[in-house]
Nanobody, 117 residues
Framework: QVQLVESGGGLVQAGGSLRLSCAAS????????MGWYRQAPGKQRELAAT???????NYADSVKGRFTISRDNAKNTVYLQMNNLKPEDTAVYYC???????????WGQGTQVTVSS
């Protein structure tokens, strides 16, 4: 059983910054991918950014140049630094990891990010 605990969401004005954190615990073996997805009201969940165990990153076009994903393998933690936030970044942000000998995905409970104009 894997537990993901997210933190760092909140309310910020446009142009501001937030840093999300997600710590994984429990029966963790070989975390392959860590990432963040987001879901705005009335929309489907979409990728924001991912990072593999060797540090390869992938970003949605909408966040490139503004968001930076990083991970601390020793702490099983992934971070998302979000700069120059826009109202369209408003969403629930979900942590996601793929781990295990047989890769299995796990989701966090979500953290709300609200950007006011």
């Amino acid at each position: 059983q894997v537990q993901l605990v997210e933190s760092g969401g909140g309310l910020v004005q446009a142009g501001g910054s937030l840093r999300l954190s997600c710590a994984a615990s429990g029966s963790i073996f070989s975390i392959r991918v860590m990432g963040w997805y987001r879901q705005a009201p009335g929309k489907q969940r979409e990728l924001a950014a991912t990072i593999t165990s060797d540090g390869t990153t992938n970003y949605a076009d909408s966040v490139k140049g503004r968001f930076t994903i990083s991970r601390d393998n020793a702490k099983n933690t992934v971070y998302l630094q979000m700069n120059n936030l826009k109202p369209e970044d408003t969403a629930v942000y979900y942590c996601y990891i793929v781990a295990g000998r047989i890769p299995i995905g796990s989701w966090g409970q979500g953290t709300q990010v609200t950007v006011s104009s």
